[in-house]
């Protein structure tokens, strides 16, 4: 699940993208590549659009490092949130391209635009929520255990597995609540 | 009913509940993503007191509920609650929406080849001012390459035995060791390469020095690479060496993800290191123990090894792996042919090989074997079978081998014995069996 950086690593490698280093790209990518793509995918629907739109994102940042700000959170969520940005346009200019569209087609397209953000809302709130939370999420989802198994590997008591686990889909529910897109505000902000 | 927190007794058991059906019946939960088999985790019994559910108790219970996560009898008791709590039933709706926004994010497979296009795109952008070197291109892919395999493992894939094979001059020869401990061997072995960039030896870490017992243990660990006699054993140890050292200090490497980190950070640090140190970097010597290279081709054989166990433990997991881009694999390709003609001569000394056909003086020319390498990275190189000074030409050559990129590497991987590398071949029998088994030996472990 959600890969997250601490707050040091993302302004080291702000600096070092800002001074032109041609690693600190590569380690970039290896750490957000499958974001950006998985985020381009679910908004394009297309593979080749989704590598596209991984190319602008990454060039974005390449070209513009500084346009990211330590201090508004995480560089996971901003890049999530350029990617965000860069996969609707492209979205919507492909169908401006295609000819002219009808009112039923127009909400299809921001339908999807506002579905891909609002797991682009979602994948910042379980990157952001206390670990305690994600982990108990992340054993009985992806690893399958049930609550009491999920206890025992935490060591934690069944109420408190329970607990976590009700409260982590709480706050991710939330992420479906509020439909603007642009920037995500999640739980653990702390601004 | 009750509102949300009220206490409210007992709830009939199942899903059948009573005359109140105002409420949509909900759906049961989705199941989780992953369908494995739980290793040491035995199944547990649902509990037996299907009916001392309290409305507390089972609104607690929900997110566990959404996620599948609950018992055969705690499922019953919720969904018979659902349809006669409406609160509890709008949760119930919210939370397992919200199990549908769980992803695994990061599991997605990528095209290979995306990583160089991005990359190469955005340097057109905006010119680097600190570039990676060429010949260190192929060690940062490969090294990414392995990580994303690495990514999505389970814990228990990476006790996963591995065979790790190679021809020792002779015959073949294998080791058997786990998915971990190939990390650990490159992480070993890739430390050679570090050393000589200025870099700590991981090994100066974990060993413990008890090699080193003169040396001063304390300053061991800040990772003096520059101090003169500083973990001299190591240095001068080879990669079989360093790795069964390695393997033997610290048992859990073998066992867990450990190693992973490690290897990571060190081959992050070695293509930054590479690409400020400029130019004369790529000249410096790297000390195999009993021989040496340039960095420049330290770097190459380090990622021809990376690609090389990455299969072996794609093979080991059943997972699909694919050859490098082209251009690195020609690079690869180009360093076995380069290395070819002193390990002919190697082979000669030792006796392994027939003896030079053609006396010759450095420069003079000699005999030749023109190896044809096909497909993506493929080329054509001209191998001096009489001394590895000799100057030749498409001329001299006595022999002529063809075979396939990747049969090749194979080879030169010691994954297939010499004999039986499926090549096309013509002219000079003792020729092409020289060259044949020189480029087996050019694998270790």
Redesign the interface.
């Known amino acids: ?3 997250d950086t601490p707050p040091r690593w993302d302004r080291k490698m702000q600096q070092r993208l800002a ?9 970039l ?2 750490r957000f ?3 950006v ?2 985020l381009s ?1 679910r908004v394009l629907d297309d593979e080749t659009a989704a ?1 596209r739109t ?2 602008d994102v ?2 974005y940042i ?2 513009n490092p500084h346009t990211y700000d330590p201090k508004d959170g995480p560089m996971r969520s901003w890049i999530a949130g350029v990617t965000q940005r860069l996969a609707a346009g492209q979205l919507r200019r492909t169908h401006r391209e295609s000819g002219p569209q009808s009112p039923e087609r127009h909400e299809q397209i921001e339908e999807k635009v506002r579905a891909a953000s ?2 682009a809302r ?2 910042y709130i ?1 990157t952001s929520m206390p670990a305690s939370l994600r982990a108990a ?1 992340e054993l ?11 206890a025992r590997q935490l060591g934690v008591t069944d ?1 408190e ?10 706050l ?2 939330s ?2 609540s509020h439909s603007p897109p642009a920037q995500q505000r999640g739980p653990g902000s702390h601004r | 009913m009750t509102g949300p927190d009220g206490p409210d007794g007992r709830v009939p058991d199942g899903p059948s509940g009573g005359p109140s059906d105002r409420l949509p019946r909900i759906p049961p939960p989705r199941s989780p993503a992953d369908d494995s088999a739980l290793p040491g985790l035995p199944y547990e019994a649902p509990e037996q007191e299907p009916e001392q559910y309290d409305h507390r108790v089972l609104k607690s219970l929900l997110g566990a509920w959404a996620l599948s996560a609950c018992s055969t009898g705690e499922t019953a008791a919720i969904e018979g609650h659902l349809s006669d709590c409406g609160a509890c039933a709008d949760e119930a709706l919210r939370l397992r929406d919200a199990v549908g926004l769980l992803h695994p994010e990061d599991s997605l497979d990528l095209d290979p080849t995306l990583r160089s296009r991005v990359l190469e795109g955005c340097m057109v952008r905006r010119a680097p001012r600190v570039p990676v070197p060429e010949w260190a291109a192929p060690y940062d892919a490969e090294t990414s390459r392995l990580d994303a395999l690495l990514r999505d493992m389970a814990d228990e894939e990476w006790l996963a035995p591995v065979w790790l094979r190679w021809f020792d001059g002779r015959q073949q020869a294998e080791r058997e060791t786990t998915v971990a401990g190939v990390i650990a061997h490159l992480l070993a072995v890739d430390g050679l390469v570090a050393g000589a960039l200025g870099l700590p030896d991981p090994l100066a870490y974990d060993s413990g020095g008890h090699e080193r017992g003169g040396n001063g243990n304390t300053d061991r660990a800040a990772g003096s690479g520059g101090a003169p006699d500083d973990g001299d054993v190591l240095r001068t140890a080879g990669p079989a060496e360093r790795t069964e050292e390695f393997w033997q200090a610290d048992c859990d490497v073998l066992r867990t993800s450990g190693a992973r980190k490690h290897w990571r950070e060190q081959g992050h640090a070695m293509v930054r290191t590479a690409s400020f140190a400029g130019g004369g970097v790529g000249e410096l010597d790297v000390s195999y123990g009993g021989f040496t290279l340039p960095v420049r081709d330290a770097l190459l054989d380090r990622a021809f090894e990376c690609w090389v166990h990455a299969e072996d433990i794609a093979e080991a997991i059943d997972y699909p792996y694919d050859t490098p881009q082209g251009a690195h694999m020609h690079h690869m390709v180009d360093l076995a042919a380069r290395l070819l003609p002193g390990t002919i001569a190697r082979r000669r000394r030792r006796g392994l090989a027939g003896p030079p056909q053609r006396l010759t003086t450095a420069g003079t020319p000699g005999r030749a074997l023109h190896l044809e390498v096909e497909g993506d990275g493929g080329g054509d190189w001209y191998i001096p079978l009489d001394s590895p000074a000799a100057v030749v030409r498409p001329d001299d050559a006595v022999a002529h081998v063809a075979l396939d990129g990747y049969e090749f590497c194979q080879l030169a991987a010691g994954h297939v014995p010499p004999l039986e590398a499926a090549a096309g071949q013509d002219g000079d029998r003792e020729a092409i069996r020289d060259v044949l088994f020189a480029a087996a030996s050019l694998s270790r472990m």
């Open positions: 699940m959600a890969n001074r032109g280093e041609a690693a600190a790209l590569g380690e990518y290896d590549a499958s974001l793509h998985t995918h590598d991984t190319r990454f060039g390449w070209e609002t797991a979602a994948d379980v999420l009985t989802y992806f690893q399958r255990r049930d609550y009491r198994q999920t109420d597995a329970r607990r976590r686990l009700r409260l982590g889909l709480q991710l529910s992420a479906a």
